[in-house]
């Protein structure tokens, strides 16, 4: 009876798991040690060049969020933004609308 060998399959070498699905025939690798390393990109452009050009328009730096974000409308929020500092910083989180929803 081909539905009692329905067992999920995982075998592990070299801290990849190989892993066997039997409904589906399917089979993939899972790497976890993939997310630990950089993104690859198709360009050679190191992180900390993107970072500082990104600084002069990205909206959601700190001296520029109040400025090019987007505003919730006032009916969901008459302040236009919900905010939340953390402590005597000046650190927080601002909710920003999903404008394409």
């Given at each position: 009876m081909p539905w009692l060998d329905m067992e999920f399959r995982?075998?592990?070498r070299n801290g990849v798991e190989y892993r066997f699905?039997?409904?589906t025939q399917e089979q993939c690798r899972i790497n976890p040690a993939r997310a630990k390393r950089l993104k690859q990109t198709g360009s050679d452009i190191g992180l900390s060049e993107i970072t500082s050009k990104s600084r002069e328009t990205c909206p959601f730096c700190p001296?520029?969020?109040e400025e090019k974000a987007p505003w919730f409308?006032?009916?969901i929020?008459?302040?236009g933004r919900i905010k939340r500092?953390?402590?005597l910083s000046m650190s927080?989180?601002?909710?920003l609308p999903v404008l394409g929803a």
């Open positions: 995982k075998v592990t699905d039997p409904l001296v520029r969020v409308s006032r009916e929020c008459k302040e500092r953390f402590g927080g989180t601002i909710c």
